[in-house]
């Protein structure tokens, strides 16, 4: 096995660690890895811990919430532009994204300004990455402590544990954490 993990050219092959398990950090993993198929990558995805509920056939759970982000900007995608402009993350203290309905208009408002931004919903996006060949694995270990059961699991998924995902990609990791 090592002999063809050698012969791999490391230059056209891509690979992603998903921990996160929130709309915010779903998008990236999934346009990067889209990206990279199309640009004839070789992208191998492995979902471990709370990025396993990016890769679930339900994703109704994937929330946005600036509560302990203060780096994520959260702008009106409605209204006149001086609102728009507005970082209520910024103006706002962050006991106000603690209030009830606070994350589920968070996660409104993300996904409304992904939407304005020519981005597709996360479903079709997964499965985007799926036909241009993107491998993903979810992590078995994990999917076992965290209670899963496989049919969770959108199709064309496999399961590995870590040990086999590592020895089946790049030395060099490239890493969403």
């Known amino acids: ?26 998008y ?15 992208v191998e995805m492995f979902f471990t ?28 995608p409605i209204g006149p532009g001086w609102l728009k402009k507005i970082d209520w993350n910024q103006c706002l203290p ?11 208009l968070a996660t409104w408002g993300f996904k409304k300004q992904m ?18 060949g993107v491998k993903m694995t979810a992590c078995q270990m994990t999917v076992d402590l965290m209670g899963y059961e496989q049919d969770q699991f959108i199709s064309g998924i496999g399961f590995a544990g870590a040990a086999s995902y590592f020895a089946q990609t790049p030395e060099n990791q490239s890493l969403l954490i």
Do not use: H
Request: charged share 15%; aromatic share 6%; proline share 6%.
């Open 1 to 26: 096995m090592n002999n063809i993990i050698e012969n791999r050219d490391v230059s056209s092959q891509f690979s992603l660690i998903q921990t996160k398990g929130t709309l915010d950090w779903a």
């Open 28 to 42: 990236p993993a999934f346009i990067l890895a889209s990206t990279a198929a199309v640009m004839d990558k070789e």
């Open 49 to 76: 811990f709370y990025g396993l509920k990016t890769i679930l056939k339900n994703t109704q759970n994937l929330k946005v919430t600036p509560l302990g982000n203060p780096g994520m900007p959260i702008k009106s």
């Open 94 to 104: 962050g006991l106000v994204w603690t209030m009830p309905g606070a994350s589920m």
């Open 115 to 132: 939407l304005m931004q020519g981005q597709v919903p996360i479903d079709e996006l997964r499965g985007l990455c799926l036909e241009l």
